[in-house]
């Protein structure tokens, strides 16, 4: 019975922002289901606004967004030494991540094997230490574009510290912008420059390259010291379908957690940990102090609400698997009453309907 809702306006809006910010063209990531606004709803809306690139993690959203897009390219964002991974992402003619020596041999072997040539974006880690090749391997990455099946277009990495740091971003840019030189030095053409995420284009100046990679700001929810003039958009919606009265004395919930200290009225809504409400207590914050203080409050069991009818309700016990009970005594609400909660969409149940509005 619940559903998230994503208002359009506000969507447009940050798509607008971004843009605006960016000035560069915006590869839109929508990994984690379209970052929880739905896979394909997000990336048709994204595809009305002029994004030419998408981008993901796991191959099973390559057949899902193929069967949307006309023309648009589909950049992995993992480098695969795994052979069944790099044919798959070779034959159904996506970018290619390539992050170090093995992942090159793996996919020029697999290309060579389908008999076509695979574009690829190469990466360089410059310290988040996941995908990429090292500054000091830079040698090796030169050799990956002699390579005979692939294609390389692009270069990019991943800053680690945008959210927080300035300072680290930018020598983390530096490093990266080092590494770019030395292969045109070589004279490698490095195609398609990208660095920046959501956190990194609204923190860190001068980092937008040739290209921007946004996912979290297009949901209004980036970790900024500033404002962005992003709008916060996306909520779970269900209502409530019972109301009862317990006496004072009652417990409410498994482990009877809750004890009613008076007489108390309660409003029952499906919505649980399977839609993903109560799953976490920190909210999101606009800055790393709030996001510290978030953790703070999760550990004191800062006490969870429900919106219903336009105000706060307290949660009267522990939330179950598809039910959550909330004490609204004095209030006059009646079953079919609107239930709202302002959660992350990375929370919510991919089963759960995402619905545009």
Do not use: W
């Not at 896979?39 to 030419?52: D, S, T, V, W």
């Not at 690829?120 to 391997?137: A, N, V």
């Not at 970790?223 to 269900?238: A, V, Y």
């Not at 409530?240 to 029952?268: H, M, N, Q, S």
């Amino acid at each position: 019975m619940s559903r998230y809702i994503i208002e359009k306006d506000k969507l447009q809006n940050n798509i607008n922002i971004i843009k605006e910010k960016a000035r560069v063209p915006i590869i839109g990531v929508v990994k984690g289901n379209g970052y929880g606004f739905g896979l394909r709803e997000m990336a048709l809306f994204l595809k009305e606004n002029g994004i030419k690139i998408f981008a993901v993690t796991e191959l099973y959203d390559i057949p899902v967004l193929k069967e949307i897009l006309d023309g648009e390219d589909i950049l992995v964002l993992r480098s695969t030494s795994e052979p069944d991974e790099a044919r798959f992402i070779a034959e159904n003619g996506c970018i290619a991540t390539i992050g170090s020596k093995d992942a090159c041999a793996v996919m020029d072997k697999a290309s060579g094997q389908l008999g076509k040539k695979t574009k690829c974006h190469l990466k360089i880690d410059t310290g988040l230490g996941r995908y990429g090749f090292l500054p000091s391997e830079i040698e090796s990455a030169k050799a990956c574009f002699s390579s005979e099946n692939l294609e390389f277009c692009g270069v990019y990495t991943h800053f680690s510290h945008a959210f927080c740091s300035r300072e680290k971003t930018s020598g983390e840019l530096a490093v990266f912008l080092d590494a770019v030189n030395q292969l045109k030095k070589s004279s490698i053409d490095p195609g398609m420059l990208h660095a920046a995420n959501s956190p990194a284009l609204f923190n860190c100046p001068g980092v937008s390259l040739d290209a921007v990679r946004i996912g979290s700001a297009f949901t209004g929810r980036v970790i900024s010291s500033k404002p962005t003039g992003l709008l916060r958009t996306g909520f779970l919606q269900s209502k409530v379908i019972a109301v009862k009265k317990i006496p004072a004395g009652y417990t409410v919930g498994y482990g009877g957690t809750f004890k009613a200290k008076r007489d108390t009225t309660l409003a029952i809504v499906p919505m649980g940990h399977f839609d993903g409400f109560g799953i976490t207590k920190a909210p999101e914050r606009a800055a790393l102090r709030g996001v510290l203080s978030g953790a703070k409050h999760f550990l004191q069991k800062e006490r969870l609400t429900l919106n219903i009818d336009s105000k706060e309700y307290p949660v009267a016990g522990n939330v179950g698997l598809s039910h959550t009970a909330v004490d609204i005594t004095g209030a006059d609400i009646k079953p079919g009453a609107s239930a709202t909660a302002d959660i992350s969409p990375l929370y919510v149940n991919p089963n759960v309907p995402r619905v545009y509005i």
